[in-house]
């Protein structure tokens, strides 16, 4: 399913019945809202466990089931509007050419002024919106809360798999900021120690919130969030295919979040690697939320509009 013509988007987009948050039309315009969620259920090279294509349905129903007032922000994130996309996957079989239509659709929204959330899907797509929002916005970095690096030049056969995203984003000129690292490969490690790459390891989640802010201040102003959710620790989200002892917990997570959308000019993000587990939701809403509580923070951040 593809969205070719951006002409589609010069007027009201069509009322979605699964939007995220279950919205109201006025609530969920095209034209109107700030943000506009694109599912994109791309799934050709997880290398253990399956079932990401299933992550934006997922994520999408668990929302609809959520309150849209938050507590700690005490409103309604969701009157800046959001606006959910039909589900986008490449034509192209070749995954080079793949990611070149998923970079030219979300360059679509993001031209248009929207903050575009990617649901995915497996993390090589990231590649694609994230070079998409370097040709809007110029200079960019990527924050990236993974328990893997990513870093490898190729895995299984293919530059363009989900082990190998981060490379390619380096590769393209691009900083970056991994939290919640605590899987990775020798040549990884190499390449992170030989490039002084800066990277706040699972094994200081602990010293996160003193670390994080002066590792952000060596990132531009603006910044994309990549977040696979298998940086939380598998006991609170055991709902991905590669998941690692360890990690990120929800509240002080949240808290580097807040950080983050804070202290930079946050342009897109995406969340990715849920592979729902059929009568377990916890990690569906788990997902589900993380993306609201970040619209919540862009929305404190741009003055509480809507």
């Known amino acids: 399913m593809t969205l070719r013509d951006a002409s589609c988007y010069n007027g009201a987009m069509p009322y979605l019945p699964t939007n995220f948050g279950l919205l109201e039309a006025a609530a969920s315009d095209y034209e109107t809202s700030r943000v506009a969620v694109l599912p994109v259920p791309f799934e050709r090279t997880t290398s253990y466990g399956k079932g990401t294509a299933q992550g934006p349905a997922a994520i ?14 005490d409103g309604e994130p969701h009157v800046q509007g959001i606006a959910t996309l039909p589900p986008f996957l ?33 993390h090589s797509l990231s590649q694609g919106p994230v070079k998409a929002a370097k040709e809007v916005h ?13 870093l490898r030049e190729d895995f299984e056969g293919t530059p363009y798999s989900h082990a190998s995203v981060m490379k390619r984003i380096v590769d393209a000129g691009i900083p970056t900021l991994p939290v919640g690292i605590r899987s990775l490969s020798a040549p990884e490690a190499r390449l992170i120690r030989e490039r ?23 990132l531009p102003e603006k910044v994309y969030l990549t977040f696979d959710i ?25 808290r ?35 993306v609201y509580k970040c619209l919540g923070y862009l929305w404190e951040r741009e003055g509480r509009k809507g």
């Not at 031209?111 to 575009?116: M, N, Q, S, T």
């Not at 924050?143 to 893997?148: E, K, L, R, S, T």
């Open 90 to 122: 490449p034509e192209a079989f070749d995954m080079e050419e793949g990611f070149v239509e998923l970079q030219a659709e979300a360059k679509v929204h993001l031209e248009r002024g929207k903050f575009l959330v990617t649901l995915g899907g497996e």
């Open 138 to 150: 110029g200079e960019i970095g990527v924050v990236q809360f993974d328990a893997h690096s990513d």
């Open 60 to 73: 999408l129903r668990a929302s609809q089931a959520m309150e849209l007032y938050d507590e700690e922000l």
């Open 256 to 290: 580097l979040l807040r950080r983050l959308f804070r202290t930079k000019t946050v342009v897109a993000m995406d969340l990715i690697e849920l592979a729902p587990v059929g009568g377990h939701p916890a990690s569906d809403f788990l997902a589900a939320k993380l």
């Open 196 to 218: 002084g790459m800066p990277v706040l390891w699972g094994h200081q989640l602990d010293q996160a919130e003193a670390l994080f802010p002066a590792m952000l201040d060596s």
């Open 230 to 254: 298998d940086y939380f620790d598998p006991a609170l989200v055991p709902a991905t295919g590669t998941p690692e002892p360890g990690g990120g917990h929800w509240y002080p997570t949240l």
